[in-house]
């Protein structure tokens, strides 16, 4: 199929249909592995999504080509590998090993599934898209920062959410914090952008997609600690990176957009375990 007649099959897929049923209950296993913490649940959600997606191809519902099945049990991969491990922020060997190796089997299993076994190319990684940045693109990481000066202090003090990861009050943790939040930073693009969302709209509509890619997106990030109210800060933050990802079709773009987020988040959590030592950056001290 070429390109530019692809594209236009994926902007047709409606809102709602047949799809959607498995697809939001294979996105509903990430508020159970998650949120609610409870893994016989999320196992139960992803094998209904995948089934009834199987019982609906079988039954010439839906067009066979792109596979529905193939795509969830793809979603249902990923997410199933990163539920194998609790997701609480922590900085000895052990974790961030265990981290590396289970988010990057999340991302690798379902890449190499769908490349090599499948012979397909839904999963892809485009680092520069559109090519060269436009005005807008500059100016939105300029608010990015701002916005993330203005809102992270308040969020994370205010709250106390900030406890939820480890103290970090001397220079070697420090490091190993910077690491593991920009890692896991690149990570949340990879997968839940150039994997889940890129499958989920093949089959329905984008913005369907990305309301979907986002319930797993926020569930992630609640159990990694953004809890309390922050939704209120993940859910367009998730919502936003996709639509971005949709215009500017670079995930180099995506990913300096969250890197730049997530750099502000990281100077808050040293300002908050540390008080004093970066006094005056922020508006907000614990």
Known sequence: MAPATQERDVAARP??????????????????????????????????GVGAAAAIERRGVVASTPWLTRDLGL????????STISLAAKL?????????????????????????VFRDRAIAFPWRG?????????????????????????????SGVYRNWPVVNEPG???????GVGAVGIWDELFFICTVFALLRRHVADATANVLQAIVF???????????????????FALLQAVIFLKTRSLGYVVTVHLLFDAVVFAVLVHAHNPGLLDGLFLVSP
């Not at 000895?92 to 090599?116: E, H, K, N, Q």
């Open 75 to 82: 979603i249902a991969v990923g997410m199933a590998i990163v």
């Open 218 to 236: 926020v569930s992630f990030l609640w159990e990694l600690g953004y809890r309390a109210w922050g939704p209120l800060l993940t859910i367009p």
């Open 130 to 158: 559109g090519g060269r940045w436009r005005p807008w693109q500059w100016g939105w990481l300029v608010a990015v920062l701002g916005l993330g000066w203005l809102i992270l202090p308040f969020y994370f003090i205010t």
């Open 173 to 179: 943790l420090i490091a190993r914090l910077f690491v």
């Open 92 to 116: 000895d060997d052990l974790s961030m090993v265990r981290f590396t190796v289970v988010l990057g089997g999340a991302v690798a299993v379902p890449y190499v599934i769908s490349r090599w």
């Open 15 to 48: 809102a709602f249909g047949w799809t959607l049923a498995p697809a939001a209950l294979v996105c509903l296993a990430a508020p159970a592995f998650f949120l609610l913490l409870n893994p016989w649940l999320g196992w139960l959600l992803l094998l209904a």
